[in-house]
């Protein structure tokens, strides 16, 4: 009789488990990869992108405050009272707001920047705002995107809620449009927790948010929200920009004396510097408000002094409004002031804009439709921090008469006054590209010192 074959099932067997378990080292390798590239980045190895980095900070316990995940957008969000959503960008610090779905950056600046008429007469997209803030191929548009960095390569574009909103106890936001960089929205504001939250930072800032009529929402330094129903009432503009999703983190961890930073460069000569940055001129310190072709335009950062305690008031003069260097403050800004400076001789003739505007027409851009020539001149209208003033004179004109000149007052905002009555001044002028820095990082606690410029230097050597 023939034996049978007896199969072999322990072989058989030893196999299809070895197949098992390399089907289950694979899968959690696929998970482990995934998730370890999820909250490391995966960009080049070795580098570290911006998005991932602020996603480690995730709130997982407590959802009303810090860095909160929302599921079903795929977003998130910072809420409350946080400290660690700083980040310094073309010299100015922002706050973060939100990271998209896609992974963008969401910021506002903390501080206000400008004050000028809005225009919100015809909404938000035709606003003088909007104009402002965005380059485009309107003349004299994109004042601030013009201060920002390498804004094309960094840059995203940013999501604004434009819903119309006449009941705040019911803020939607249906409506996105998207603009390069837009004002903070009262949508914004309440996600972010309003009043609790760390835009209520003790100042009075303006909101994009219309109601019915085109009047805008703004914030109390209490942190309410209130209706500005004047549309001939100047406002400070507070910008938000858009981080992309593929900008690499240079340093920083994102708290207030170490913000989160994604662009820096060599501070070798005065046209290296940002706007925002501070230098020393005389002991004294000024805020650059404008990069020009062939120099940087700077402001005091404080009033001129009469004495070691008294501010120097100083009526504008003359016989009308219209700037000029035989007026009283503009013949003293451009003899006792100019002669008073070390760097006299690198202080350059600059253009100072005065024509008047009207009530028909608050475009901060039509100011430039006269000008005049000056070394030392004033900030005026839409000029970058002429809001950081109170109780001093500008260079604009006054709407009601030839005799009327515009301050800022001690509310923080435009006033017609006569130029007799006396004001504190903060003088503005230029200075030749060129200047060496010798020293500093361009801000209060050490601002840049100057040096010589590189014609000069050359010829030293």
Aim: charged share 25%; aromatic share 10%; net charge negative.
């Amino acid at each position: 009789m023939a034996k049978r074959k007896v199969l072999k099932v322990t072989p058989v067997l030893e196999a299809i488990n070895i197949l098992i378990l390399l089907i289950i080292a694979g899968f959690y390798t696929f998970r482990l990869v995934k998730y370890y590239l999820r909250e490391n980045g995966h960009k080049n190895e070795g580098t570290v992108l911006l998005v991932d980095a602020i996603k480690k900070k995730q709130s997982y316990i407590d959802q009303t405050k810090g860095l909160v995940f929302n599921e079903q957008d795929n977003t998130y969000r910072y809420k409350g009272e946080v400290d660690d959503n700083y980040i310094l960008y073309s010299g100015s610090i922002y706050r973060i707001i939100s990271i998209d779905a896609d992974g963008n950056v969401k910021a506002v600046s903390e501080d206000n920047v400008t004050l000028l008429y809005p225009g919100f007469n015809n909404g938000y997209e035709k606003s003088y705002v909007n104009k402002w803030l965005n380059e485009s191929d309107v003349s004299d548009s994109g004042v601030y995107e013009k201060t920002l960095v390498n804004s094309k390569s960094l840059l995203d574009d940013t999501s604004f809620c434009s819903d119309v909103i006449d009941d705040v106890t019911k803020i939607t936001c249906d409506n996105v449009n998207n603009y390069k960089i837009t004002m903070l929205s009262l949508y914004d504001y309440k996600e972010c927790g309003g009043k609790s939250s760390f835009l209520n930072n003790g100042t009075s800032f303006n909101l994009g948010t219309l109601n019915k009529n085109n009047e805008n929402y703004y914030v109390t330094d209490e942190g309410e929200i209130a209706l500005n129903n004047k549309t001939s009432r100047a406002i400070t503009i507070k910008p938000v920009i858009t981080f992309s999703n593929e900008d690499e983190l240079l340093g920083g961890t994102g708290k207030e004396d170490d913000p989160y930073i994604v662009e820096k460069h060599a501070v070798e000569t005065l046209g290296d510097v940002y706007v925002g940055n501070i230098i020393k001129i005389n002991g004294k310190t000024y805020k650059v408000v404008e990069i020009l072709s062939n120099s940087v335009k700077v402001v005091s950062t404080e009033v001129l002094m009469s004495d070691e305690e008294n501010a120097l008031e100083i009526a504008f003069g003359g016989s009308n409004n219209a700037y000029s260097t035989k007026n009283t403050v503009g013949k003293y800004l451009n003899n006792t002031f100019l002669d008073s400076l070390d760097v006299k001789d690198s202080v350059v003739n600059s253009n100072w804009y005065i024509e008047v505007l009207s009530l028909a027409n608050l475009d901060y851009s039509t100011l430039k439709n006269t000008k005049v020539s000056a070394k030392v001149g004033m900030l005026t209208m839409g000029d970058m921090y002429v809001n950081e003033s109170e109780n001093v004179l500008t260079i604009l004109k006054g709407m009601e008469a030839t005799n009327i000149i515009n301050v800022i007052n001690e509310n923080g905002n435009f006033f017609g006054d006569t130029i007799s009555a006396k004001y504190n001044v903060k003088p503005a002028f230029s200075l030749k590209y060129d200047l060496t820095i010798v020293s500093g990082e361009g801000t209060m606690d050490s601002p840049y010192e100057l040096g010589v410029n590189n014609e000069e230097k050359g010829k030293e050597e």
